[in-house]
């Protein structure tokens, strides 16, 4: 089979085992082989094992059912942010940065309720109370609610954060909503080998309202409301890698036990392989 846009053909007839080679080239000629990998596509994505192609079909797929699910509708974004993708896993897993979006929410007061932990994951559980400003339009929108009175809504919803590498989900639930009334997935991508750079894919499902098609109406919306907290998101983190550059390292003493937890499991998952280096393409 002839790829066009480089002018190179595809040798083989088993998926995993397809080649690609320069024209008038002999396909044995290893120097011009390129190396393949296990590959899958689900809901959109299409997901590159780089491990052992041996371990593709047993290694732990992610689920994301709100995008196939009606009652929800979906938006994908991604782009590049130029960090480590470490600092995106701590930005979200720590909502005590919200005072930086005060500007776009209003005042909000988090309180942690709790964590867990495993081989593989961290969890966190958080909850919030609005001390100043007026609830925004886009809020309102995902919780299905006007709250004109912040008190009365105080700590009736639950924000569940988690690290289940190399992902990372946010879930919201409010009481007297069976469902979650919002429903994050992200994956950060490297790019490039000293992996300062990532790229950012992500599917944000909202929970559709009682009234049909005013979710639709409104996604312009939410979806210019997401692009600003993206936006200082974004500024927040890349501030964090040039200030990690200028001093050499990490030289912030951490305190909160979600955050060290999570430092260790991104230390210890995101370690090459022995071997794996010299192994080569």
Same mark, same amino acid.
């Given at each position: ?114 964590? /867990? ?34 008190? /009365? ?38 790019? /490039? ?89």
């Amino acid at each position: 089979m002839k790829q066009e846009w480089h002018k190179h053909f595809l040798t083989g007839t088993k998926p995993l085992q397809v080649q690609c080679v320069s024209p008038n080239v002999s396909a044995e000629a290893q120097c011009l082989r390129l190396r393949t990998w296990a590959c899958r596509e689900k809901d959109g994505l299409i997901f590159v094992f780089m491990g052992d192609k041996s371990l593709a079909d047993k290694t732990p797929f992610p689920d994301f059912p709100r995008v196939r699910d009606r009652r929800y509708r979906t938006r994908r974004f991604g782009q590049v942010v130029n960090c480590h993708y470490s600092f995106m896993h701590e930005n979200l897993m720590d909502m005590n940065h919200q005072v930086l979006h005060s500007r776009l929410v209003g005042k909000m007061k988090p309180r942690f309720l709790g964590m /867990d932990h495993g081989d593989d994951f961290v969890e966190a559980r958080y909850t919030f109370a609005r001390t100043g400003g007026k609830q925004p339009l886009s809020e309102a929108l995902i919780y299905g609610q006007r709250r004109r009175d912040g008190r /009365d809504f105080a700590y009736r919803d639950v924000m569940t954060i988690r690290t289940q590498y190399p992902y990372q989900s946010l879930r919201i639930e409010t009481q007297g909503i069976e469902d979650p009334v919002m429903e994050l997935w992200i994956s950060y991508v490297p790019q /490039d080998r000293e992996e300062l750079t990532n790229r950012v894919f992500g599917l944000l499902s909202i929970k559709r309202l009682k009234v049909p098609f005013l979710l639709d109406l409104a996604w312009p919306i939410l979806v210019a409301f997401t692009e600003r907290v993206f936006f200082e998101d974004r500024e927040i983190v890349e501030l964090e890698q040039a200030a990690w550059k200028d001093l050499g390292g990490d030289h912030n003493q951490e305190v909160f036990p979600v955050i060290k937890q999570l430092h260790d499991l991104l230390r210890r998952c995101g370690q090459m392989p022995k071997g794996a280096e010299e192994a080569g393409p």
